[in-house]
């Protein structure tokens, strides 16, 4: 079992459809992270918050918006997605983000786009 | 450019035969060098940080080293449910502060 939970573990939604994808952490780590991982590729970051404020954007289309409630919840929402956009998204976290230590992943949520 | 390279990209093994999975890597101001394992559907589960040349880390059957340009993961006398992709990250200095590079990982099938 990871220490990282991510919900839902699948999600099929249209093409119009809005919906959200949680991740939670009870490691006292102050960085979070969503990664969009491909078949066979290694995951590629999408955003980085540290300390609940965003600190790194990689350039994502606005319909992926991420959110940070508290220390421990990082939520990803989800709007007009393209078929291009199914794969794995993963949550990670790491005790800071300009320190030197793992991030600890979750097991992913994946996603398909009809 | 800053580079993370491993390989191979798939290896496969009998149970018992050991071998290496290698992760080479061009940046400068390393901060760590991180080895993950990654099954099928799942997301990677750490494995060893390793932070200066000559460090080693051992767990069960599998061992990762260091030098200033490479780092080795070791499988001794694997067995099947070693199989999986080994991704190698690592994390250096840029001009932002820090950033985390992945390689391409290693697939790892062990065959009984």
């Known amino acids: 079992d990871t220490e990282v939970t991510q919900t839902p573990k699948h999600l099929v939604m249209g093409m119009t459809n809005k919906k959200s994808l949680k991740c939670e952490q009870h490691?006292?780590?102050?960085?979070m992270y969503w990664y969009k991982q491909k078949a066979k590729k290694p995951p590629e970051l999408m955003f980085v918050y540290s300390y609940e404020k965003l600190s790194i954007n990689e350039s994502v289309p606005s319909r992926f918006s991420p959110e940070c409630p508290n220390s421990s919840l990082l939520n990803l929402h989800l709007h007009a997605l393209q078929p291009e956009d199914s794969a794995l998204y993963l949550c990670?976290?790491?005790?800071?983000?300009?320190?030197?230590?793992?991030?600890?992943f979750g097991d992913g949520t994946r996603l398909s786009i009809l | 450019e800053d580079q993370v390279t491993q390989s191979p990209e798939a290896l496969r093994l009998q149970e018992g035969e050991s071998s290496s999975l290698n992760c080479s890597y061009t940046?400068?101001?390393?901060?760590?060098l991180f080895w993950y394992r990654q099954d099928p559907g799942k997301g990677p589960e750490f494995l060893f940080t390793?932070?200066?040349a000559g460090e080693e880390k051992e767990k069960e059957r599998l061992k990762a080293t260091l030098t200033k340009k490479e780092s080795f993961l070791h499988i001794t006398a694997p067995k099947p449910e070693d199989s999986a992709t080994y991704l190698c990250a690592v994390q250096y200095r840029n001009q932002a502060g820090t950033a985390l590079i992945f390689g391409k990982g290693t697939t790892l099938s062990v065959s009984s």
């Open positions: 940046v400068s101001g390393l901060r760590g």
């Open positions: 990670a976290s790491s005790l800071q983000e300009e320190g030197n230590q793992p991030q600890h």
């Open positions: 490691m006292g780590h102050r960085a």
């Open positions: 390793l932070y200066s």
